[in-house]
């Protein structure tokens, strides 16, 4: 035991001392600090400014045939655009291009029938909901139209079509949509950091063979102690990293929650339930204690620091495959997929697929504790498994041993 709390400590030193790893982390600080003054930050430079008056508003025009269908529709038109300077013209369409092409206008409706028209704009934005509006619009005029051409009262038709719906939603769940956002930045954190803080591990691994250090510590220490006390180290490491950005965003959001204003992204990011949060710690460590004790195994088969990156390349094309099974799985809305339940028990993929079910679904207890024990379980016999094959293969120098040449070497050992 004392031998893990040496190799402990001294990987931790190794990272903490690391000018790379704090400098990152203080990037990451800083980088997170002025995002979230930015609103206080913008605000302060258009203090002074005007409000935004009639005149700036953007001008949309809609064509009419005559003054008196002109005066109505503009009306009708500027109820519905309240951002826009609506004006009715009866001027041609090739007028009315030149003007949206020179700038003086956004944007034209002209007319073609009692329920058709053309829509005329520069450059078409990807968040347009003008043409929307206006369906919407033509379908009440042509109803009221209809209506009163039946014999209805205009009031009573107006009445009819303005009908205000209420509506009641009582979620017995999960509010997926609520949560979709924090999930997503916690598993592609997840993602980042098992695979950072693993590769890391196995270049680790890797450089100390390469310096034939590894031949002293190995007869010094057991295989075991060393595995866990690099693996345990760079986990600690990585969980610093993380609670330090983590922490940074929440009290700097703290402190400009009022400049944010009502932008709900932001607000469920940070209101984080406290129970999800204890998951994504649980596996968050089972899951990186799994891969990483794999990374370092393997970085101890490799016999130059430059093989790393072919050597663990299939591992790599493993985290990868679950990350994309439950990014799909996220943006369908259907977390309870066949390949998602089956994930949720798969250790190497559990740390991913389950914690979102949590987040985003109902999931029984039962299951919660059984994909929990399973990574346990694995976390523990994967990081005996790989200390014997890093007490192998540290040993092993020249080209890269095959696996049968590793199994064969751990059975005579």
Not at 23 to 39: D, R, S
């Amino acid at each position: 035991m004392n031998q893990f709390f040496i190799i402990l400590k001294f990987e931790l030193q190794h990272y903490f001392k690391n000018k790379i790893f704090v400098g990152i982390t203080i990037f990451l600080v800083l980088a997170i600090g002025i995002v979230m003054f930015f609103p206080r930050i913008s605000g302060l430079f258009e203090r002074g400014s005007e409000p935004v008056g009639e005149e700036d508003k953007k001008v949309m025009l809609v064509t009419a045939d005559t003054e008196e269908e002109a005066e109505v529709l503009g009306q009708v038109f500027s109820a519905a655009f309240e951002n826009y300077d609506v004006q009715a013209t009866t001027e041609g369409v090739d007028v009315i291009k030149e003007q949206i092409l020179s700038g003086e206008a956004e944007c034209a409706f002209v007319i073609t029938g009692p329920v058709s028209y053309t829509y005329y704009v520069n450059n078409l934005s990807m968040y347009d909901g003008n043409t929307a509006t206006a369906d919407e619009l033509f379908q009440n005029i042509y109803r009221m139209s209809a209506m009163i051409e039946k014999g209805i009262d205009p009031m009573e038709a107006g009445t009819i079509l303005n009908v205000q719906i209420e509506h009641e939603i009582q979620n017995l769940g999960k509010d997926q949509m609520q949560n979709f956002f924090y999930t997503y930045i916690m598993i592609f954190a997840l993602y980042m950091v098992i695979l950072l803080y693993g590769q890391m591990v196995a270049t680790n691994v890797a450089t100390e063979k390469s310096s034939r250090a590894m031949e002293l510590l190995i007869t010094s220490a057991k295989p075991s102690s060393m595995m866990f006390g690099k693996v345990i180290g760079s986990g600690l490491a990585g969980l610093t990293q993380l609670v330090l950005v983590f922490g940074a965003s929440a009290f700097f959001y703290n402190i400009n929650a009022g400049y944010w204003g009502g932008n709900e992204l932001i607000k469920s990011i940070f209101n984080v339930p406290l129970g999800l949060l204890i998951y994504m710690l649980i596996f968050f460590v089972l899951g990186f204690f799994i891969y990483a004790f794999l990374f370092g195994a393997i970085g101890s088969t490799a016999s130059k620091v430059e093989d790393i990156n072919t050597s663990v390349m299939p591992l790599t094309f493993l985290f990868i495959a679950a990350f994309v099974v439950v990014v799909f799985s996220m943006s369908s809305g259907n977390i309870d997929n066949m390949a998602m339940k089956i994930c949720s028990f798969v250790p190497f993929t559990s740390p991913m697929a389950m914690f979102t079910r949590i987040a985003m679904s109902t999931v029984p207890m039962y299951e919660i504790i059984l994909s929990i024990a399973i990574l346990i379980i694995s976390a523990f016999g994967i990081g005996i498994f790989s200390a014997k094959i890093y007490r192998v293969g540290v040993l092993l120098y020249g080209t890269t041993p095959k696996i049968g040449t590793i199994l064969k070497s751990m059975k005579n050992a």
